[in-house]
């Protein structure tokens, strides 16, 4: 009984220090070829029958018992034993009889690779492939090597923070050391994805396009509660409501101009996976207002022999104009330009530009194309960016919470990019966007401004534009009426 009890400690001894082993050890190795083996008859019950014996052996198919371990003169060093997993399965039989060791897919002894280590990394401002792959012990070599086949399909340029990676690492292989890298895949949209993967010496990638099936949508719908609830409300997706705002932008005030009763349409594509799973919204094609007794704005969508899109009045009037009416989104005036008592120095005074309330943070564009000539701390402006557009005008934006990334003097700017954020810095009682028009270098009201066209299509391009704008309004009749679309 003593004698059964030494063994069964012996044996959970054997199991303990199994788990500190190294896999790939050679005493593993041995432990798990010994074990996995029958017991040899006794020295002194030989059978002479080699049948009889085998059929014996088959009749029995147990492991070494505690027994023969213990009396084994090839027993290991225990600390130095490790295996991949035990299962130990509910029985009757004696325990030990019931010890299964579970092997990883390629053999301990073989030293081949294990199944590779995934890493999901996030790319940060900043980053670069080759940086990322670096710093998870990749060597230059294959770095490059990896890169080289990806720039055939992917500007490394345009790799965005946000992005997802997923790495595939060799286990086995140490850092910044040879045959680490095993595969890289990234998705920058719901319908392209970007791989690498190790192929025999070297590396291979490929650019995975989605084949989407195109779907012509028309939105139409009467304003009641604001277009951006409205057109929710049917269905219209997000991006396609953005995209209606930003083109009308120069010659609608969304703030002011839009009202209960007024009416919109929006013609744009829709994109659906072989499933008919509505996946993303594809190009706006055609927009309109009617506001009021106004007569009806439209725009369509023009792209030229150079690739370049824009969008056009029916008679080929660009709808781009020299400044933007409002440069931020969904703000409201909390005072207009002119005379007032002034909040905080409590006397009254010229008020020169319109202030727009909004909340902090909510980003501040550039109304017009130009470039900076003045971005920094200025008195009781606060944060303060002004742009000169041409030898007449330029707009200035006060009580910046913070500058856009790369806004300085001498950069230049496009109409509509962001060149910072609403905020209360400077002499101001509380968020909002201070801004000004300057004409010849004095302050004009900014809401009587009015601009006319900047380009006006003709010979080849206006000929190519009645021919887009012919085929869009074919497409209007034959759309299929909004249903059920997925905001995205």
Known sequence: MIFKLKNLFFALVLISGAILMPSDSAEASWLLRWLSQPASAPSGSVSNDSEQQAASNESKPLLRSVGDLIRSPKVPDLKSIKVAALDLETSDEPLFNHLAFSLP?????????????????????????????????????????????????????????????????????????????????????????????????????????????????????????????????????????????????????????????????????????????????????????????????????????????????????????????TPVDGARITSRYGRRKHPVLGYTKKHKGVDFGAKSGTPVYSAGEGVINFAGWRGSYGKFVRVRHNGTYQTAYAHLSRIARGIRNGKRVRQGQVIGYVGSTGRSTGPHLHYEVLKNGSQINPLKLTFNSRIQLGGKNLKSFKAQKNKIDALRKQATELGPVASN
């Open 105 to 325: 897919d390629s053999s301990l002894e073989s030293g081949t690779p294990q199944q590779e280590q995934i890493l999901i990394v996030t790319v940060e401002k900043g980053d670069t492939l080759s940086g990322i792959l670096t710093r998870q012990g990749v060597n230059k070599h294959e770095v490059g090597a990896a890169l080289e086949q990806l720039k055939k399909h992917f500007d490394l340029r345009d790799l965005r923070a946000g992005w997802e990676l997923e790495i595939g690492l060799n286990p086995r292989a140490g850092r910044v050391s040879n045959g680490r890298l095993v595969s890289v895949t990234f998705q920058p949209s719901i319908d392209v994805t970007y791989r690498i993967w190790k192929e025999g010496d070297g590396f291979a990638a490929e650019k995975d396009v989605l084949q989407l099936k195109k779907k012509v949508m028309l939105a139409k719908g009467k304003i009641s509660n604001g277009l951006w609830v409205d057109a929710n409300a049917m269905g219209v997706p997000n991006r396609v409501i953005g995209n209606l705002i930003s083109i009308f932008a120069y010659s609608i005030d969304f703030q002011r101009e839009i009202h209960q009763g007024d009416s919109f349409e929006a013609l744009y594509e829709a994109l659906y996976d072989e499933q008919g799973k509505f996946v993303r919204t594809g190009s706006l094609l055609y927009g309109s207002f009617k506001i009021g007794k106004k007569e009806k704005k439209e725009l369509y969508r023009f792209k030229n022999s150079k690739g370049s899109v824009s969008f056009f009045s029916a008679k080929g009037s660009s709808a781009r104009r020299t400044l933007l009416r």
